[in-house]
């Protein structure tokens, strides 16, 4: 049985085609693009022509404005700590409660350093209150991070809209882009975003590759300061065979873009309909008006996210799930919290996320295989009578220690 | 995924003792939801001779929570209610052949719904001390709120004394931020500064009496001892070189040197000696450390 995989938010098969790529630049393209050489000038030139291909997939208006990284986490840092760099009398930050931990953790510790931090909040669909955000703009505050596409839901984030209020208040505005690049149309020179984080790993390119996009003119401290790569904002020898996959990565999400916002979209919407109309009590979490095209998040209610995750897993099917168990963590996904949904619904939040590889063949498999494995955790479950759920649930079943 | 032993993913598959007992005359339902793992076990005592009859389980959570809960009932099935509170939460695990650091909460659920279960049964009131916090040591399964009551407790003031109280940090040591953080702030209710580069008061003397070098090393040699039969069996064999502070080196001859299970074996072989010491200690070929010293250190 050929195992299906419906984890890309996680992360993504490199394409072929990228491997193919980026191979030739670990042996007879193995020259360090700095030297004076023949076999670092080829690279060089390489390495040039990704920069190309990364600015077209972003509509940016300048290829200097992409500065290559070693994964979105550090474009995420990068960005935040050179804005606080930059402007030492602005002590805020604004940034949302459903961001990536690459982001929370960041400001969790800045806060300690004395910085105060905004956290908006999400509603229970998952969507921000402009008007909240637009109160908290004001002179105190050094940048606005915000992500563009949520990695749990694939809810979107009106990010060239919030730039435009950050700007007119004279604030600059990073957008955390990581799941959003390569599924959606972007084009930066028409925006007023001034920093943007990608991570090749999302888009069917290797681990251990990101960018930063930087606007021209926007101030900037480097994160790793040394050598002069990058024109001295982040230094360190090129990772230059997955900066050309990255390259090769960007240009084929550009000839995907329609498949993906077509086809894997209605791959999408097949799925979460067979899984709905075959199961009761389960529900799609976060905004599906404005959603990535390949993801949906369904809560199955009275039963745990691992346990749904272990048993798809011995079909071959891989997702995963904003359980607390499935994180280590003591607490369900701060991104269903966030959306105030009760336990019994959150630790069930179970994640598909699609890509251009998977078929519908895959998804009919998937649709049905889940009602069965929903069923028998149920069986097992304090929360389920004989024919669906006891009556008054949290009551019935009122565990100590809560 | 997480490492689960055959044992865990078969009773998570097949669980045993799976929904309401019938006829049940005892309840207890434990468990958290905000964790996401919660309990219930119904249990069929017979009144005149108080040995448990019929045990099931109804359980929300995790593969480890209904692996848990199946072994649970499979354990106790057949013993008296005072045989049944005998049972540990360690029992548990070691049914299940193991359980990962971050699930051992899982084997507490099980005993506290047996100890709910038994005082259901006898009419009695069950309170539980339980307090969970985010897990800290991953070597050694310890828990925010152990560490901070044990800061409190004992006026502790540095990583080191937490290690030596609660053995939290005293593995990898990649927690030892986290703790500075707790004692940061346990220190900061009391109105106190943390100061890193505070020393630590003398380690306090272990329940079994402190050990000198000589008691250390005897013990170490005790548990290789008890190793080398079973490597013998398999045409190999291990020889303790020497010991430093922080650890054992051994030489692995006949079969088992560079076969592939070498630091499998090495595994094994510390997990004996940190038994038998009741503290970490690192097991390494004695090759790293002619290395080591090569280097300069
Ligand atoms: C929204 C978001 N931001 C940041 C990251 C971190 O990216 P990387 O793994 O490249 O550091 C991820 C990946 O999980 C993500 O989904």
């Known amino acids: 049985m050929q195992p299906i995989y419906l984890d890309n938010n996680a992360t993504t098969r490199v ?47 300048y290829d200097s404005e992409i500065i290559f990284t070693s994964c979105g986490t550090e474009s995420d840092s990068t960005a935040i700590l050179s804005a606080l760099r930059t402007q ?13 931990t690459a982001v929370l953790t960041l400001c969790e510790y800045l806060e300690k350093d004395g910085y105060k931090v905004h956290y908006l909040k999400v509603d229970n669909k998952g969507r921000l209150d402009l008007e909240q955000y637009q109160a908290l703009l004001s002179e105190r505050v050094a940048i606005v991070s915000v992500m563009w596409a949520n990695n749990e839901t694939g809810t979107l984030f009106p990010v060239e809209q919030m730039a435009e209020m950050a700007h007119a208040s004279g604030i600059l505005f990073h957008t955390d882009a990581v799941q959003a690049v390569g599924k959606l149309p972007v084009d930066l020179k028409s925006s007023k975003i001034d920093m943007l984080s990608l991570s090749g790993h999302k888009l069917h390119a290797p681990k251990g590759i990101g960018v930063l996009y930087l606007r021209r003119g926007v101030r900037y401290r480097p ?27 960007a240009e084929l999400a550009m000839e995907h873009m329609e498949y993906e916002n077509t086809f894997v979209a209605a791959m999408r919407d097949r799925l979460e309909e067979g899984i709905l109309n075959a199961i009761p009590h389960c529900f799609v979490t976060g905004d599906t008006e404005n959603r990535l095209p390949n993801t949906c998040n369904i809560a199955f209610e009275y039963i745990e996210g691992e346990a749904i995750l272990m ?14 168990c499935t994180s280590g963590s003591l607490e ?10 009760p336990y019994t619904a959150a630790h069930g939040s179970t994640r598909f996320s699609l890509s251009r590889y998977n078929t519908m063949e895959e998804v009919e498999r998937v649709i049905g295989a889940v009602p069965a494995i929903v069923a028998q955790l149920r069986q097992l479950s304090p929360y389920w009578g004989d024919n669906g759920p006891v009556a008054e649930p949290e009551k019935a079943f009122a565990p100590t220690y809560a | 995924m997480w490492d689960y032993s055959e044992k865990v993913k078969e ?9 309401a007992t019938e006829g049940a005359n005892a309840t207890g339902d434990v468990g958290s939801l905000s964790c996401g793992d919660a309990l219930r076990l119904t249990l069929k005592v017979d009144p005149e ?30 013993m008296t209610v005072d045989e049944a509170l005998n049972v540990s939460n360690q029992d548990i695990a070691d049914y299940l052949d193991g359980l990962p650091p971050e699930k051992m909460h899982c084997s507490v659920m099980g005993r506290e719904a047996l100890q709910a279960a038994v005082a259901d049964y006898r009419g009695e009131e069950w309170s539980d001390d339980h307090e969970e916090g985010a897990l800290i040591c991953k070597c050694f399964a310890v828990d925010a709120v152990m560490i901070a009551d044990t800061i409190r407790a004992n006026s502790l003031r540095t990583v080191e004394e937490v290690i030596n109280y609660t053995k939290a940090g005293g593995g990898c040591s990649s927690c030892h931020e986290g703790i500075e953080e707790i004692l940061a702030s346990v220190l900061e209710e009391q109105g106190e500064v943390y100061d890193p580069a505070a020393t630590a008061a003398p380690a306090p003397q272990p329940a079994a009496g402190g050990l000198t070098t000589l008691q250390r090393i005897r013990r170490i040699e005790t548990a290789i001892e008890s190793i080398r039969p079973q490597l013998q069996m398999d045409k190999g064999d291990v020889e303790l070189v020497d010991v430093s502070d922080d650890t054992v080196y051994v030489n692995m001859t006949g079969a088992c040197s560079g076969c592939q299970m070498a630091a499998m074996t090495l595994n094994g072989i510390q997990q004996r000696i940190v038994e038998e010491l009741g503290q970490f200690i690192k097991v390494s070929p004695a090759s790293e450390q002619q290395k080591k010293a090569a280097m300069g250190g």
């Not at chain 1, 191979?23 to 990704?50: M, T």
């Not at chain 1, 048993?311 to 607390?324: D, E, F, P, R």
């Not at chain 1, 369900?332 to 949904?341: D, F, G």
């Not at chain 2, 019929?54 to 848990?68: M, R």
């Open chain 1, 311 to 324: 048993l798809l897993n011995k079909q071959g099917i891989a997702a995963s799930s904003g359980s607390a």
């Open chain 1, 223 to 249: 994160l790793l300061r040394g050598g002069h790569q990058e024109r001295g904002r982040r230094a360190g020898t090129e990772s230059s065979a997955s900066i050309v996959a990255l390259g090769k990565a």
């Open chain 2, 49 to 78: 001779s108080e040995v448990i009859l019929d045990a099931g389980f109804q359980t929300f959570g995790c593969g480890s929570a209904i692996a848990s809960s199946s072994a649970l009932t499979e354990i106790i099935k057949g």
């Open chain 1, 332 to 341: 369900p996904s701060h991104v269903m919290r966030a959306m105030e949904l």
């Open chain 2, 11 to 19: 009773h998570f598959y097949n669980p045993r003792n799976a929904g």
């Open chain 1, 88 to 100: 030492p009398e602005r002590k805020e930050i604004i940034t949302t409660v459903v961001e990536h």
């Open chain 1, 15 to 61: 394409d072929p085609k990228v491997v193919e790529a980026m191979l030739p630049y670990f042996s007879e393209q193995f020259g360090n693009p700095s030297s004076i050489h023949s076999f670092g000038d080829k690279v060089g030139r390489a390495i040039k022509q990704a920069r190309r291909q990364i600015q077209t997939l972003l509509g940016a208006e």
